[in-house]
């Protein structure tokens, strides 16, 4: 391969995830938005900002630079009842009766045959440990991220627990590119995953 079919190649690889994530981003809004009509009326969560998370890393260690392109990022919907907006985040004291949407991509991971999505309801929140952290349910969200594969190790139950807080949850998954339109975002997604919000524990 000479040095013109690299660049060419190098170029076109970066257009296409470039394009991925803003499909990627256009579905998350999308999905926020058939949310915030919904009666719950449901919030973006902002522990940081209008931004999703995601575990990254900018190390030049071999196991570091793995984590460079975003493979998997998540958001959650908070019911706006429960939280507080404030200087742009949101603020959501964790209880019991709390219950949340959990929306995760995974774009890329070992051993999967396409990028999928993964919707949760996660509820029965609890803060394990004496110290002040987590202290809110956006530091749970970064828990999640760090722990994701002791958190979705069953694709419909979960069941959650470390030394600083404890979760339950229900999940399904859809394959990302499953989805080609507004139709199939609720039929595939909002539909399924406001029936399981809405059932009892």
Same mark, same amino acid.
């Given at each position: 391969?000479?040095?013109?079919?690299i660049?060419?190649?190098?170029?076109?690889?970066?257009?296409?995830?470039?394009?991925?994530?803003?499909?990627?981003?256009?579905?998350?809004?999308?999905?926020?938005?058939?949310?915030?009509?919904?009666?719950?009326?449901?919030?973006?969560?902002?522990?940081?900002?209008?931004a999703?998370?995601?575990?990254?890393?900018?190390?030049?260690?071999?196991?570091n630079?793995?984590?460079?392109?975003?493979?998997?990022?998540?958001?959650?919907?908070?019911?706006?009842?429960?939280?507080?907006?404030?200087g742009?985040?949101?603020?959501?004291?964790?209880?019991?009766?709390?219950?949340?949407?959990?929306?995760?991509?995974?774009?890329?991971?070992?051993e999967?045959?396409?990028?999928?999505i993964?919707? @949760?309801?996660?509820y029965?929140?609890? &803060?394990?440990s004496?110290? #002040?952290?987590? /202290?809110?349910? %956006?530091?749970?969200?970064? +828990?999640?991220?760090?722990?994701?594969?002791?958190?979705?190790?069953?694709?419909?139950?979960?069941?959650?627990?470390?030394?600083?807080? @404890?979760?339950?949850?229900?999940s399904f &998954?859809?394959?990302?590119? #499953?989805?080609? /339109?507004?139709e %199939?975002?609720?039929?595939? +997604?909002?539909?399924?995953?406001?029936?399981?919000?809405?059932?009892?524990?």
């Amino acid at each position: 391969m000479n040095k013109n079919e690299i660049i060419n190649q190098t170029r076109n690889a970066f257009d296409f995830i470039q394009k991925l994530y803003f499909e990627t981003s256009y579905l998350i809004k999308e999905v926020e938005g058939i949310f915030a009509e919904e009666e719950e009326e449901f919030v973006i969560g902002k522990g940081g900002g209008y931004a999703i998370t995601a575990r990254s890393s900018n190390g030049l260690e071999a196991n570091n630079v793995s984590l460079w392109p975003l493979r998997m990022f998540s958001v959650y919907f908070i019911p706006k009842q429960y939280t507080k907006i404030k200087g742009g985040v949101t603020v959501t004291v964790l209880s019991s009766d709390l219950r949340v949407i959990h929306l995760r991509v995974i774009l890329d991971e070992k051993e999967i045959l396409e990028p999928y999505i993964t919707m @949760s309801v996660l509820y029965d929140f609890a &803060k394990l440990s004496e110290r #002040d952290y987590p /202290s809110k349910l %956006e530091q749970v969200n970064t +828990i999640i991220e760090y722990n994701y594969s002791k958190v979705s190790k069953d694709t419909e139950v979960i069941d959650y627990a470390d030394s600083y807080c @404890s979760f339950k949850g229900k999940s399904f &998954k859809v394959n990302l590119f #499953d989805i080609n /339109s507004s139709e %199939e975002i609720r039929k595939l +997604i909002t539909d399924p995953v406001l029936e399981i919000y809405r059932e009892e524990n």
